[in-house]
């Protein structure tokens, strides 16, 4: 008992970590889907972009993924709102943005996600940092650092969204505008405006969860694909738009996941997100911690 | 009486498409052609949720595979079972998965069900991938016959005039549809779901006849799919390229009308087989995402929406 005890106190631990992650590529999407409504399916794949950016930072100039990725956000950024400009002329203004806003980002997933098997392939490609090998040992549980340093990133990420979000006027204007556009547009301020530069801060989000992901699992074009159920997960059962509610959700999406993989075995685990988000919208839609 | 018009007119198509894919007699031609029929038949089902009703399906490839793999279970279970049997079977197990799917995500917004399709494509990949009466993840193998079983010629023949007969059938359902209490009511949901329930549209019994019909379709689709390839893994049965080409299909031909997908498959489905061939996969499979960008963004109503002003 002794010996499963101890692991499942390290499936909580990692778990927890894990949710931590979770919790940065998630955050991209609780603010465009969340809080601005565009169903952004094509984030996973900007994350994966992130990762490669983080990859070639790294191994051709020998950087800190995370330092480049931060170096890296103004790009995203502009990124971002080049596309929600495209989003924003060619669908919401036609009040089209259901169907055609869909194909349109299911377009981008699939075509960063060719270009980038075209440019790298399909090898598996890792990061070096002094923190990728490393653990702490705290008893019996075990903190790797790979897993530690991109939890704290994570969370200090979320911390500085959520302090931008409540004490700026651009970050008020974006709450305003998850809230009602039409009163915003009453008050003499653009909501386009005010959705794009909150869709550039999701997608710069990206930079710094790609950096992350490389750090913790290696990385190649396809695995946005394994994200898009765990984030969409996530963000519904964090209710939509609460950043806090997303964290919440993202450490039990990771406690639930690290737990299948210790007792039944990883190939699994994709399953569980699925399964969570499938069972969320049947039982519960407005997430744990929405107002249905 | 214009629907049986419409479907002897479709069988004459068929049958010299079929006359004339023989008297080339190139192998080729059946295994290219087979893909692209398959194409007819998956964007059409598309076409009956998302194009009619508008809820935006991205679990194709789930439902193919769904098809796919009753055929391998009833192989190794029943081989003597004839394939039409066996699609009969894969389109009523992905029928009633596209019914149970709807059921529960259907009551909310149309967004819910497309990222819930998008799900349960990963949940059923990952049940195949730990089903290991089915290979798992290394793949059954297939052994497709020599020849084929109603008329001389190769199994690919046979495989090829069962592809093309089910792009005839989904094809004038989805044309008799159009025409139909059932397709005026999906058009009302499609234009604006809240009023069409107001004005007494049964929306959520609409919806569902749409899924599984939809479901059904592609499942029977996915089921010779063993034949052809005599290789399947989860991987290539559930690969994204089938939603993708699915959903672009439809909108690069038109979702309004059932013209619009068959123009859509028969377009990019050559133009990838050409372009497989002669340049790579991968690129051809960049060229069906530039192609549906570019159309959602510039030409909504896709090429049907060209001829009608």
Same mark, same amino acid.
């Given at each position: 008992? /002794? !010996?499963s005890l101890d692991l499942l106190g390290n499936a909580l631990v990692s778990g927890v970590l894990l949710g931590g992650f979770y919790?940065?590529?998630?955050?991209?999407?609780?603010?465009?889907?969340?809080?601005? /409504?565009?169903?952004?399916?094509?984030?996973?794949?900007?994350?994966?972009?992130?990762?490669?950016?983080?990859?070639?930072?790294?191994?051709?100039?020998?950087?800190?993924?995370?330092?480049?990725?931060?170096?890296?956000?103004?790009?995203?950024?502009?990124?971002?709102?080049?596309?929600?400009?495209?989003?924003?002329?060619?669908?919401?203004?036609?009040?089209?943005?259901?169907?055609?806003?869909?194909?349109? *980002?299911?377009?981008?997933?699939?075509?960063?996600?060719?270009?980038?098997?075209? %440019?790298?392939?399909?090898?598996?490609?890792?990061?070096?940092?002094?923190? &990728?090998?490393p653990s702490l040992h705290i008893g019996v549980i075990d903190l790797p650092l790979r897993l530690l340093v991109p939890c704290l990133?994570s969370l200090?990420?979320?911390?500085?969204?959520?302090?931008?979000?409540?004490?700026?006027?651009?970050?008020?204007?974006?709450?305003?505008?998850?809230?009602?556009?039409?009163?915003?547009?009453?008050?003499?301020?653009?909501?386009?405006?005010?959705?794009?530069?909150?869709?550039?801060?999701?997608?710069?989000?990206?930079?710094?969860?790609?950096?992350?992901?490389?750090?913790i699992?290696?990385?190649?074009?396809?695995?946005?694909?394994?994200?898009?159920?765990?984030?969409?997960?996530?963000?519904?059962?964090?209710?939509?738009?609460?950043?806090?509610?997303?964290? %919440?959700?993202a450490m039990i999406l990771g406690i639930m996941e690290s737990l299948t993989s210790t007792f039944?075995?990883?190939?699994?685990?994709?399953? &569980?997100?699925?399964?969570?988000?499938?069972?969320?919208?049947?039982?519960?839609?407005?997430?744990?911690?929405?107002?249905? | 009486?214009?629907?049986?018009?419409?479907?002897?007119?479709?069988?004459?198509?068929?049958?010299?498409?079929?006359?004339?894919?023989?008297?080339?007699?190139?192998?080729?031609?059946?295994?290219?052609?087979?893909?692209?029929?398959?194409?007819?038949?998956?964007?059409?089902?598309?076409?009956?949720?998302?194009?009619?009703?508008?809820?935006?399906?991205?679990?194709?490839?789930? *439902?193919?595979?769904?098809?796919?793999?009753?055929?391998?279970? !009833?192989?190794?279970?029943?081989?003597?079972?004839?394939?039409?049997?066996?699609?009969?079977?894969?389109?009523?197990?992905?029928? =009633?998965?596209?019914?149970?799917?709807?059921?529960?995500?259907?009551?909310?917004?149309?967004?819910?069900?497309?990222?819930?399709?998008?799900?349960?494509?990963?949940?059923?990949?990952?049940?195949?991938?730990?089903?290991?009466? &089915?290979?798992?993840?290394?793949?059954?193998?297939?052994?497709?016959?020599?020849?084929?079983?109603?008329?001389?010629?190769?199994?690919?023949?046979?495989?090829?005039?069962?592809?093309?007969?089910?792009?005839?059938?989904?094809?004038?359902?989805?044309?008799?549809?159009?025409?139909?209490?059932?397709?005026?009511?999906?058009?009302?949901?499609? /234009?604006?779901?809240?009023?069409?329930?107001?004005?007494? %549209?049964?929306?959520?019994?609409?919806?569902?006849?749409?899924?599984? !019909?939809?479901?059904?379709?592609?499942?029977?689709?996915?089921?010779?799919?063993?034949?052809?390839?005599?290789?399947?893994?989860?991987?290539?049965?559930?690969?994204?390229?089938?939603?993708?080409?699915?959903?672009?299909?439809?909108?690069?031909?038109?979702?309004?009308?059932?013209?619009?997908?068959?123009?859509?498959?028969?377009?990019?489905?050559?133009?990838?087989?050409?372009?497989?061939?002669?340049?790579?996969?991968?690129?051809?499979?960049?060229?069906?995402?530039?192609?549906? =960008?570019?159309?959602?963004?510039?030409?909504?109503?896709?090429?049907?929406?060209?001829?009608?002003?």
């Amino acid at each position: 008992m /002794d !010996l499963s005890l101890d692991l499942l106190g390290n499936a909580l631990v990692s778990g927890v970590l894990l949710g931590g992650f979770y919790a940065a590529v998630t955050i991209g999407v609780s603010i465009s889907f969340g809080m601005l /409504d565009i169903v952004n399916i094509a984030h996973p794949a900007f994350v994966i972009l992130g990762s490669y950016t983080a990859y070639i930072a790294n191994s051709a100039f020998g950087f800190d993924p995370i330092l480049s990725s931060i170096v890296l956000l103004p790009a995203f950024y502009l990124l971002g709102v080049a596309i929600y400009h495209v989003y924003d002329v060619s669908f919401e203004r036609r009040g089209d943005a259901s169907i055609r806003g869909l194909a349109f *980002f299911f377009g981008i997933l699939f075509i960063t996600e060719v270009i980038l098997v075209l %440019v790298f392939g399909v090898d598996y490609r890792l990061v070096d940092a002094p923190y &990728v090998g490393p653990s702490l040992h705290i008893g019996v549980i075990d903190l790797p650092l790979r897993l530690l340093v991109p939890c704290l990133v994570s969370l200090t990420l979320i911390g500085v969204l959520q302090l931008y979000m409540s004490h700026t006027v651009i970050g008020r204007a974006v709450q305003a505008v998850a809230q009602d556009p039409m009163a915003l547009r009453l008050m003499a301020a653009d909501p386009s405006r005010i959705k794009r530069i909150a869709f550039g801060l999701s997608i710069a989000s990206a930079s710094i969860a790609g950096a992350i992901l490389i750090i913790i699992q290696p990385v190649e074009p396809s695995i946005a694909r394994d994200y898009i159920g765990r984030i969409f997960a996530i963000c519904v059962m964090g209710g939509l738009g609460s950043f806090g509610g997303t964290v %919440v959700a993202a450490m039990i999406l990771g406690i639930m996941e690290s737990l299948t993989s210790t007792f039944y075995g990883p190939s699994w685990s994709p399953a &569980v997100a699925f399964g969570f988000l499938l069972i969320t919208l049947a039982v519960r839609p407005a997430g744990l911690f929405g107002r249905s | 009486m214009r629907n049986v018009r419409f479907i002897l007119l479709a069988l004459a198509v068929a049958a010299v498409t079929l006359a004339v894919a023989r008297l080339i007699d190139n192998a080729y031609v059946f295994f290219a052609g087979y893909v692209v029929l398959q194409y007819i038949v998956l964007a059409t089902a598309w076409n009956i949720l998302g194009g009619y009703t508008g809820y935006v399906n991205f679990g194709t490839a789930a *439902f193919f595979a769904v098809g796919a793999y009753t055929t391998v279970v !009833l192989h190794k279970t029943v081989p003597l079972m004839p394939l039409p049997g066996m699609m009969l079977a894969g389109g009523v197990i992905s029928g =009633v998965i596209g019914l149970g799917m709807g059921y529960l995500t259907l009551r909310l917004r149309g967004t819910f069900f497309s990222i819930a399709t998008l799900a349960m494509a990963v949940v059923a990949q990952t049940l195949i991938t730990n089903w290991y009466f &089915v290979g798992g993840s290394r793949g059954a193998y297939i052994i497709r016959p020599s020849d084929s079983p109603i008329f001389s010629g190769d199994y690919i023949q046979y495989l090829f005039a069962i592809m093309l007969l089910l792009s005839v059938i989904s094809v004038s359902i989805a044309r008799a549809i159009q025409h139909s209490r059932l397709g005026y009511g999906f058009s009302a949901i499609r /234009d604006d779901e809240l009023a069409a329930e107001a004005s007494g %549209v049964p929306t959520l019994r609409l919806k569902l006849i749409a899924t599984a !019909l939809s479901g059904g379709l592609m499942g029977m689709a996915g089921a010779p799919l063993p034949y052809y390839v005599t290789y399947l893994d989860p991987a290539s049965g559930f690969s994204l390229s089938y939603a993708v080409n699915t959903i672009a299909m439809p909108l690069i031909g038109g979702t309004a009308t059932w013209l619009g997908p068959v123009i859509g498959a028969v377009l990019l489905g050559t133009l990838q087989q050409v372009a497989t061939v002669t340049i790579s996969s991968a690129l051809s499979l960049l060229i069906v995402g530039l192609l549906l =960008v570019s159309f959602v963004i510039a030409a909504p109503k896709g090429i049907v929406g060209w001829f009608k002003r």
